[in-house]
T-cell receptor, first 118, second 116 residues
Framework: GAVVSQHPSWVICKSGTSVKIECRSL??????MFWYRQFPKQSLMLMAT?????????EQGVEKDKFLINHASLTLSTLTVTSAHPEDSSFYIC??????????????FGEGSRLTVL | AQTVTQSQPEMSVQEAETVTLSCTYD???????LFWYKQPPSRQMILVIR??????QNATENRFSVNFQKAAKSFSLKISDSQLGDAAMYFC?????????????FGAGTILRVKS
């Protein structure tokens, strides 16, 4: 199956700093990627849809200035948590849809990134 | 808007026994995908099984099978011969088929515990 790599898998930062998380599709091109946030024992909450070459579409209630998304190439999307605070501590997961005819319905997920803000 | 409902927050099953996880969904679309994803303690999302709505035949993958009832908008997952490695959180998910780039809509999840 298609592989999505997410980096870093865990990060600890100080309050007020910014953290960047990368999501790469390793063996396919992905025009669209998604970013989720997950709290313990809860479902994945969609934060935003990332489209290559255009602005991300944010879900209601998600601060676009806090969670900056850049999808500069067909294999890379980044999520930057700006001026992180302890309440931003969470598990962040990305997923990607193969472009064009390779889209068979399934989304492929990264391994997730655990962010802890001290 | 489409919604997915998993009414069982937690389920338990004895090793080697069979368990069924429930899922219902609401949509006005006729063409869509349904999925069951497994999230073990590693938190990596793993696709268990996929169903295309236009196919009447229930999908199966080894010990995993679904009961897809399109009219009732029900999509349950049956796990046969349960193994300790099946212990995980299971998510039912829906995705519209038409148009590229549609998102997955997830249910709340069911924690499955497997007893030895």
């Amino acid at each position: 199956g298609a592989v999505v790599s997410q980096h870093p898998s865990w990060v600890i930062c100080k309050s007020g700093t910014s953290v960047k998380i990368e999501c790469r599709s390793l063996d396919f091109q992905a025009t669209t990627m998604f970013w989720y946030r997950q709290f313990p024992k809860q479902s994945l909450m969609l934060m935003a849809t990332s489209n290559e070459g255009s602005k991300a579409t944010y879900e209601q209630g998600v601060e676009k200035d806090k969670f900056l998304i850049n999808h500069a190439s067909l294999t890379l999307s980044t999520l930057t948590v700006t001026s992180a605070h302890p309440e931003d501590s969470s598990f962040y997961i990305c997923s990607a849809i193969p472009s064009g005819s390779r889209d068979t319905g399934e989304l492929f997920f990264g391994e997730g990134s655990r962010l802890t803000v001290l | 808007a489409q919604t997915v409902t998993q009414s069982q927050p937690e389920m338990s099953v004895q090793e080697a026994e069979t368990v069924t996880l429930s899922c219902t969904y609401d949509t006005s679309e006729s063409d869509y995908y349904l999925f069951w994803y497994k999230q073990p303690p590693s938190r990596q999302m793993i696709l268990v099984i996929r169903q295309e709505a236009y196919k009447q035949q229930n999908a199966t993958e080894n010990r995993f099978s679904v009961n897809f009832q399109k009219a009732a908008k029900s999509f349950s997952l049956k796990i046969s011969d349960s193994q300790l490695g099946d212990a995980a959180m299971y998510f039912c998910a829906y995705r519209r088929r038409v148009e590229y780039g549609n998102k997955l809509v997830f249910g709340a999840g069911t924690i499955l515990r497997v007893k030895s």
